[in-house]
């Protein structure tokens, strides 16, 4: 005899552990920046200002409930949220985070994490400020030169307007200045611009800004194509640069990003002043699909012979084309 299913699955255990995670303040403090960057442990305990043992007990028992994913990079331990968090705990956690907004306590945490955030960010500017004269061979020589055909190549035409975000020292906006109508080439490193201005000082149709790629000096909408190659893994909120990225590309217009495959090489992540090392595939396509933009791809490129740096990844996306 054939049997229904039954209408009201056994869930209480489940919503009653969510529940309880979120029962105390500390681990609501722990969700609250881990929803806005992975973090260290070591980093945790900075900014919450908790012993290792107190972190580590809370972060196994959000880890346990499938609140938080982890990895492990040599000696240390990065914590995110996990991207198969349960639907139902999400929508509890949206209430909580709502309810706790102007809280005294997280308002701190916020203060410290944005400080924390700026020292990454620090660290790439130090890393490019000594690294400005010699850049250009030492990428060549860590990841070689075949991924900059392969984003230009996913470009053009030669009508288009296209942004080189976070330009360096102007080697791909040189490359694309042949080829299209105008390059606007944008970095926050004043060392950088310095070089990529000597490169492409007689190059009419390239025009160069400094400022920080969460801001963009562009208009919305003024962009055919925008680039971001090796760039996301240096900067503090890739979610705020994509969109910014987004936020300039005409109806259609697409988005090309060229960076580090995850690795474990948690020395070379410090050595080269990286946020983070490097991308899932997957992961990357989230990233784009979070900022609006369509039919995300994103896929490995071939390691180049001699280079010596981890395997790179190529990814596409489109903006929203207008609904007819």
Known sequence: MHRAP????????AVLGWMEA????????????LERDELSVQELCEVLR?????ASRHLKILSDQGWLGSRRQATTTYYRWA????????????????????????????????ARLRARRDDAQ???????????????????????????LALLPPEWTVADLGCGTGAVAAALAGHVRRVIGVDQSAAMLRA????????????????????????????D????????????????VVAEAARILRPGGRLVVVDLIRHADEEFRRRMGQARAGYE???????????????????????????????LLLATARAPAPRR
């Open 6 to 13: 039954d209408p009201s699955p056994a869930r209480p255990e």
């Open 22 to 33: 979120l029962a105390d303040p500390t681990r609501l403090r722990v969700l609250r920046v």
């Open 50 to 54: 908790l012993p290792q043992s107190t």
């Open 83 to 114: 991207d198969a968090a349960p639907a139902g705990a999400r929508r509890l956690w949206r209430l909580a985070r709502g309810e706790t907004d102007g809280w005294a306590t997280a308002e701190q945490d916020e203060l410290r994490l944005e």
């Open 126 to 152: 130090s890393f490019f400020a000594g690294a400005a004269g010699d850049w250009d061979r030492l990428r060549a020589d860590l990841y070689g030169a075949a991924f900059e055909r392969e984003a230009v």
């Open 196 to 223: 990529a201005r000597r490169r492409t000082g007689g190059l009419a149709n390239v025009e160069l800004h400094r400022a920080e790629l969460e801001a963009l000096p562009l208009p919305a909408a003024s962009c």
């Open 225 to 240: 194509a925008a680039l971001l190659a090796l760039v996301l893994a240096y900067v503090a909120d890739e979610p705020a």
């Open 281 to 311: 595939p997957a992961a990357l396509e989230r990233l784009l699909a979070a900022a609006g933009l369509e039919s995300p791809r994103a896929r490995p490129l071939a390691p180049e012979p001699g280079a010596k740096g981890p395997a």
